[in-house]
Structures are given as C-alpha cells and as structure tokens.
C-alpha cells in the first residue's frame, strides 16, 4: 500500500503538490504523538528516534494518518457521558426540542442554571482552528479577536465540513465537548474568562437537543484528560 501511494505520488507534479498540501494540515498531530521534527540543516528532512526521513516519506505517512482521522467514527452522546462517567465526573443532562440560537435556547430548555454558552468554530489566515466558548449573551468583535486568541490575521468561521471532520459535530451542536473528538489536536480551545466566573457550565452533549450541565472544575478535569488544555482569556473583555 506505501508502495503504490509513493508511486502514485510520482504521476503528476500537479497531483502531487495538492497531495501534500491535504498531508500538510495533518504533521502537527503526528508531532506532537511521534517526536517527529524537521531536520534544522533546511534540507526538507525530518528526524524521528535518531532516523532521517525524506520529506516525501513524512508526506505519505501524514496522508495515512489523515485517512485515519477521517474515517475514524465521531464520538455519540452516550460515549461521551460514558467517558465523564469514568472520570468521576457529576453531570446532569437535560432533553429539550433541538436549539439552534440562543433565542430558542432561552425560550426552550427550561430552568437549568449555571452559564450557558456560545461556541464558536473559528479559522485564521493560515488555516488554524480555534474553538471560542463565551456566555451565551456575549458579544464578540470578529474583528478583532484575532489578537486576543494569537490567531494569524482576522478569523472566518470554519466550514460545516471542517467542524464535522474535527469536532464530530454539526453546525447548531457545536460545543466545548466536540473536542473529545479532535484526536489530531488541530483545534485551540480558548475559554473566555467571563463564562469560567461560573461554579457550573452548559454545554450540548454533541447533539443540541440536550443540554449537560458540569461543574467548572470537572469540565477543565476533561479537558485534562483529553489532553486539550484551554487558554483562559478575556476574550469579551466582560
């Protein structure tokens, strides 16, 4: 299988540059798991274990690992309250009809208190994800923000493709939770400081028709665990 990737790779110039483009995206993940690095010469190598690895080698690899992430399956809503449940973690979850603004969300899911929240599924210049949890009646300046999450350059919402590839999610469930997920780390939490004020968060357990309240501490205690630390920033400036 390496073999016929390696010579497909070979057929056209064309082919081949869009081919490492779609790897590209992926080597932060397989760095961050492997110790992979490029080789300080500048000769387009990289180092693994004491190894030297052509460029193309990485490529190809990168592709599998891609292929892997892709095809790997999204995590349910069961799975993820299984999950909490083995972390030790008390968390009430709530069913409701489908929200999908906050308008119907306040209208809709009842009396839960604690703070609720607004996600949102970000993009920079350079192609980097950023996961932005705020209060639900937050007011974000997408203008902006770019410098206050160390994105490069102003931000797009990533695409319905994107947040389903990433977070396993669809637009309307997006959610802190979604993360569990991310298996590849491409995506950067950034929890405003404001929301973090709460003793308990709401969030959507991968699906908007529910609602699964977490106290503060345990939600940072999954985040842990599934080794996405946030950055806490005041994001709002509330």
Do not use: W
């Not at 995590?75 to 489908?98: C, G, M, Q, S, Y």
């Not at 969300?105 to 609720?116: E, F, K, M, Y």
């Amino acid at each position: 299988m390496l073999c016929a990737s390696l010579a497909g790779r070979r057929t056209s110039k064309a082919a081949g540059t869009h081919s490492t483009a779609a790897a590209g995206g992926v080597l932060t993940g397989m760095t961050a798991r492997t110790g992979l690095r490029r080789d300080a010469s500048g000769s387009g190598r990289y180092m693994a274990g004491g190894l030297v690895l052509p460029a193309r080698f990485v490529l190809v690899m990168a592709a599998h690992d891609r292929k892997r992430s892709e095809i790997m399956a999204a995590k349910t809503r069961a799975e993820l309250l299984a999950f909490l449940d083995e972390l030790a973690v008390e968390a009430t979850t709530i069913d409701h009809p489908p929200l999908y603004t906050v308008a119907q969300s306040q209208a809709l899911r009842g009396t839960i208190d604690g703070g609720h929240t607004k996600n949102l599924f970000l993009k920079d210049k350079k192609g980097a994800y950023f996961l932005v949890t705020v209060e639900e009646d937050a007011t974000v300046d997408l203008k902006t923000i770019h410098r206050v999450i160390g994105a490069s350059g102003r931000v797009s919402f990533g695409s319905a493709d994107a947040l389903m590839r990433l977070l396993g999610v669809e637009p309307g469930s997006v959610t802190v939770f979604g993360l569990i997920n991310d298996v590849d780390h491409q995506v950067k939490l950034v929890l405003d400081a404001g929301l973090m004020r709460h003793d308990f968060v709401n969030c959507h357990p991968l699906t908007n028709d529910a609602t699964t309240r977490i106290a503060k501490d345990d939600l940072l205690r999954f985040l842990d665990a599934i080794a996405h630390p946030p950055a806490i920033l005041n994001v709002t400036g509330q």
